[in-house]
């Protein structure tokens, strides 16, 4: 899979996991995907969320909100590379792709495939300002798709 990744989506995983260890964390979540593809600015998943009116400091506090909220918890046995909605997202992620015959798996697809994960600290965020994975899919296929957006930004 990870031959796949776009270049901007490799740096985007990248990203998540140092924030995740910053915080000293045993695993990366949709948390820190989420604030690793506003950290990329110039990536395409960043332009979508910033022509929405999201910013990082907007999410940043988002996420502070959610973490107050007492979540369920859940036991993990070993250490895992990324979070169960992390995971998810990822595999949904690749089937945005294959679902628009690309080849390449970008920060679009990331973004989409974060927005999939009903309940994780990310989407509830994003849901609260507006953001709706099927508006997203609506704006991309008027720019021509993926593809032809990744050749201009590589994102």
Known sequence: MY????????EVLETAQALAQDQQLEYVGTEQLLVAMLDHEECIAAQLLVRRGVSLSAVREGL??????????????????????FQEAVGAAIREAEASHEKTIGTD????????????????????????ADALRAELALQGGPKARRGRSRG
């Open 3 to 10: 031959q796949r990744l776009s270049e901007k989506a490799r």
């Open 109 to 132: 697809h990331l973004l989409l495939g974060l927005l999939e994960q009903k309940g994780s600290s990310a989407e509830q965020v994003l849901a609260g300002m507006g953001v709706a």
């Open 64 to 85: 502070r909100q959610c973490a107050r909220e007492p979540r369920q918890e859940t036991l993990v046995l070993g250490r895992l590379s990324g979070s169960p909605y």
